[in-house]
């Protein structure tokens, strides 16, 4: 990131939660997901959305 900002691009990230491990029990989803959109400098993420809830839900914290 530090790299990116002194370059002036932004950053995709794909797979931030690499897949599932560092989400830590009892926290939900969303909260991470918002967390790593607002995060200065990533432009995007790519997270799996393999079924339609989970892209229903995830756009739910964005949009």
Do not use: H, Q
Request: charged share 25%.
């Amino acid at each position: 990131m530090e790299a990116a900002e002194k370059l002036g691009v932004y950053v995709t990230t794909s797979a931030p939660f690499n897949l599932g491990k560092i989400i830590e029990e009892g926290y939900d989803v969303k909260d991470y997901l918002v967390k790593i959109v607002n995060t200065k400098g990533i432009l995007s993420t790519m997270v799996g959305m393999k079924r339609v809830e989970k892209v229903r839900e995830n756009l739910s914290c964005i949009c």
